[in-house]
């Protein structure tokens, strides 16, 4: 029927074509037939999705309510994983610097990536290679990067501590090695490795403003740093929450930069959730525990998930 | 004055944050190719003789059947078969749902879209549970195609994005010339998408080249490990031979970014066009 609507606003638009389309039948044929192809192609998108997607979270959330150690059946014990989590106090622990670690980084992407893409707009040379070197960081294996920089943090040794040293500000700074500060140096390369691709999406949305608009500025005589925070902030607001939301997200979630750099140590201080329940799953074997704790993760994405949909969406009105 | 004084600070930022990106990779090509003593003695020297054994060390490191060469073979079965099947499932899909009316088509969008929201923590466990029932643990194809599915939601939203601006007059001048759907798609469709099919597929292959949270419990075997988790037994040991690690942080980290170099084009294309997914 949509098919038949279509001709019709067809129509409208070039008179002659579409009679001829209709009276050969064929613009029908086009969308007719590809709907039973479209459901073919579909079916297994479907069946997969709920394979690999579904049914896995669903056996994640019966998991949650059980005691299993890795082999035979499940054994029911009601809500007890979650009483046992909350009263946890690693558990309590893991989720706060789980959100700081994913709040920090997040901001501290799209406040970077903005600023330079802001820069790189603003017609500083060599536009183009910037796009590309500038994502050389998200390319690059995780694993790889990580081991590179904890490496480098490394007191007397590692290439950072080696190049502060040089410039005076001391090159015996342990911070992996101490439960208070090993977060600041995973912070820092969760940061640097997720910039690239924000940069690219924002500076997308950046060149997506009107000349017009811009050059309407430069006449009424508006400087760089008034247009930054009068016009094209407030155009990109939407996309930088967007960003946002989606990089709080990937990084809560983010195990492997964690992981290579100091599998959650020292003294578990920087076991975000993602390892926590890793470590409870794969070296305690307990199953059971470790869904409840994915399952908590991912209550609290969701939730933050749609209140970033929900904002950049308002933003947007 | 104070124009110029902004363009030179933004100018500052820029040049800075490209040093910060770029120094790491010199770095790690530096000390690759450095004899260790020397990585030591002075490391931030430029002039010395090259230990190319470094590499030759960092190769056939690791126990038996778990060598970087295995990892790399294993790398390239998996990234490969999550490209087959993400692309091979997603791309026909995307191109044919363009054709569904309206409703049907918000509701497959609003499923699709579901999908890529869930979180990997949710579903590692699961995978482990299921992989070990049906034999598939440590089998680098076998965690290919969990890879491969997981990219689908997305596959699927930026191809369609791309098919439904697909200019309408080439498949109707297909059809009169009597194709058949299906060849349609096959001969005037995918021809014309190949860039676009090429971005997406460097994004899955970004991902599953470098994510070991879900690999790490499905390839658990040393001889089924990909780079990504076999390079983990090179973490956390800085204090015997770092020419070597540095030599494997070379040969694991390179290759990415020089076929990124090649395809930087369609990679920002990618992004760009479809903006915002994983």
């Known amino acids: ?317 | 004055m104070p124009r110029v004084l902004g363009k030179f600070f933004s100018n500052l930022g820029v040049l800075g944050w490209t040093a910060l990106v770029l120094l790491p990779f010199f770095f790690i090509m530096l000390f690759g190719t450095k004899p260790t003593s020397q990585i030591y003695a002075n490391p931030l020297g430029v002039i010395y003789s090259p230990a190319w054994s470094n590499f030759s060390n960092a190769w056939n490191a690791g126990a038996g059947d778990s060598t970087m060469g295995v990892w790399f073979i294993n790398t390239f079965l998996l990234v490969g078969t999550a490209l087959v099947v993400s692309l091979g499932v997603a791309v026909p899909a995307a191109y044919f749902t363009i054709f569904l009316p309206p409703k049907a088509n918000r509701r497959v969008m609003v499923t699709v879209l579901a999908g890529t929201v869930v979180p990997a923590i949710l579903l590692v466990i699961p995978f482990f549970k299921a992989y070990n029932q049906f034999g598939m643990l440590n089998k680098p194809i076998a965690a290919g195609v969990a890879y491969g599915v997981l990219a689908i939601p997305t596959t699927f939203l930026l191809m369609n994005r791309f098919f439904v601006d697909f200019p309408r007059e080439i498949l109707e001048a297909g059809l009169l010339d009597g194709l058949s759907n299906l060849r349609i798609f096959r001969r005037l469709v995918l021809p014309l998408s190949v860039g676009q099919i090429v971005s997406v597929g460097i994004l899955t292959l970004i991902w599953a080249w470098g994510d070991s949270q879900i690999a790490i419990v499905l390839l658990q075997s040393q001889e089924s490990q990909p780079i990504s988790v076999g390079m983990l037994s090179f973490a956390g040991d800085f204090t015997t031979d770092l020419g070597t690690t540095f030599a494997g942080l070379s040969i694991a980290a390179i290759p990415p970014v020089i076929l990124y170099i090649i395809l930087s084009k369609y990679v920002t294309k990618g992004i760009a066009l479809g903006g915002i997914s994983k």
Do not use: C
């Not at chain 1, 949305?205 to 094209?232: H, L, M, Y």
């Open chain 1, 1 to 317: 029927m949509t098919s038949l609507k279509e001709v019709q606003s067809k129509e409208s638009q070039h008179p002659k074509q579409g009679r001829v389309f209709r009276s050969k039948k064929k613009k029908i044929g086009l969308d007719g037939t590809n709907i039973r192809s479209a459901k073919f192609a579909l079916i297994p998108v479907f069946v997969l999705l709920f394979l690999f997607l579904g049914l896995p979270v669903i056996n994640s959330i019966q998991l949650s309510f059980s005691r299993w150690g890795g082999l035979g059946p499940l054994e029911p014990v009601g809500f007890q994983n979650y009483t046992d989590l909350f009263a946890d106090e690693q558990m309590r622990y893991s989720s706060r610097i789980t959100v700081l670690y994913a709040f920090s980084v997040a901001i501290g992407v799209v406040a970077i990536a903005t600023v330079l893409a802001a820069a790189v707009s603003a017609s500083v040379r060599g536009h183009k290679i910037y796009k590309v070197i500038w994502f050389f960081p998200g390319i690059a294996p995780p694993t790889a990067v990580a081991i590179f920089w904890s490496s480098g943090f490394q007191p007397e040794t590692g290439i950072v501590n080696t190049i502060l040293g040089k410039i005076g500000l001391g090159g015996d700074h342990a911070w992996l090695a101490s439960s208070e500060t090993a977060l600041y140096p995973v912070i820092f390369v969760g940061i640097w490795s997720a910039v690239g691709f924000a940069f690219l999406v924002i500076l997308g949305a950046i060149e997506q403003i009107p000349i017009s608009v811009r050059e309407a500025a430069t006449v009424d005589g508006a400087n760089i740093r008034q247009q930054f925070f009068k016009i094209t902030l407030p155009l990109i607001r939407p996309v930088m929450l967007i960003m946002l939301t989606l990089q709080i997200i990937w990084t809560f979630n983010g195990f492997t930069v964690v992981w290579a750099m100091t599998t959650g140590g020292p003294a578990d201080s920087t076991s975000i959730l993602p390892i926590l329940a890793y470590k409870e799953a794969f070296r305690f074997g307990r199953f059971g525990t470790a869904a409840a704790m994915a399952v908590i993760a991912g209550i609290f994405l969701m939730i933050i998930g749609s209140i970033g949909i929900r904002l950049s969406r308002s933003e947007q009105r």
